[in-house]
């Protein structure tokens, strides 16, 4: 028949793919067993992993000519000492003070990460950022805060919302941390590439916390963003 050779191809192709998927098998596998033996180390080496990928990718895409490592090294430190470790227990006494998956608890849930953890977190960062990368003042530090976190809430919420909605409802305990980091990667690397053709540098950004903004224009001694 006409479609006789779709058989002979469809087998070449799954022997061609059966070894990638065994060794994908295995290595989920002992991502898993690690995730069970050492949650919050496991948890603390993936964030740390996928932000330095992310931020890299995302200088390349925005046409940096020279690699700003002190960016990559401030966001990887802060993604393993502060997101990993204290996003691991927010979500532990989330749980337990809104019990359950249902609609309501998960939008409960949305809402209290979103509009009262995030903020908070999100002030640190971005005060730090501004004194660490930037060189400012702890003032003027404030003033990036006042300025840029309410705005970044704001804007987080078109994208955040719906991604931790899932998060909560169907994402195991142990998996949010990796999850909320592996969707902050992809939306990191998007987001640079919406940046390809403009002058400013895009937010830095922790993408497990908070979505990031457009750009507020630069300030000298001022942080450029957050997540």
Same mark, same amino acid.
């Given at each position: 028949t006409a479609c006789a050779w779709r058989r002979p191809v469809a087998r070449a192709t799954s022997?061609?793919?059966?070894?990638?998927?065994?060794?994908?098998k295995a290595g989920w596998g002992?991502?898993? !067993?690690?995730?069970?033996?050492?949650?919050?180390?496991? @948890?603390?080496?993936?964030?740390?992993?996928?932000? #330095?990928? &992310?931020?890299?990718?995302?200088?390349?895409?925005?046409?940096?000519?020279?690699?700003?490592?002190?960016?990559?090294?401030?966001?990887?430190?802060?993604?393993?000492?502060i997101s990993a470790p204290v996003g691991h227990y927010w979500m532990v006494?989330?749980?337990?003070?809104?019990?359950g998956?249902?609609?309501?608890?998960?939008?409960?849930?949305?809402?209290?990460?979103?509009?009262?953890?995030?903020?908070?977190?999100?002030?640190?960062?971005?005060?730090?950022?501004?004194?660490?990368?930037?060189? !400012?003042?702890?003032?003027?530090?404030w003033q990036t805060i @006042?300025?840029?976190?309410?705005?970044?809430?704001? #804007?987080? &919420?078109?994208v955040w919302p719906a991604v931790n909605f899932v998060k909560f409802k169907y994402i195991p305990l142990d998996m949010r941390i990796p999850y909320g980091k592996a969707f902050g990667t992809v939306y990191s690397v998007a987001f640079g590439m919406l940046f390809l053709a403009d002058d400013e540098e895009p937010e830095p950004q922790d993408p497990e916390f908070i979505g990031p903004p457009q750009p507020p224009p630069h300030r000298p001694g001022q942080a450029v963003g957050c997540r």
């Open positions: 022997r061609a793919a059966a070894p990638f998927i065994r060794v994908g002992r991502y898993m !067993a690690a995730m069970k033996r050492w949650p919050m180390r496991t @948890k603390v080496a993936t964030s740390g992993s996928l932000t #330095a990928f &992310a931020d890299v990718v995302s200088q390349k895409l925005e046409g940096k000519t020279e690699w700003d490592w002190k960016r990559t090294a401030f966001r990887t430190g802060w993604s393993m000492a006494g989330l749980d337990r003070m809104i019990k998956t249902g609609v309501w608890s998960t939008i409960a849930k949305v809402g209290v990460d979103q509009f009262l953890f995030s903020p908070v977190v999100s002030s640190v960062f971005f005060g730090s950022y501004a004194i660490v990368h930037d060189g !400012a003042t702890p003032a003027e530090a @006042k300025s840029d976190v309410p705005k970044a809430t704001m #804007a987080s &919420a078109s």
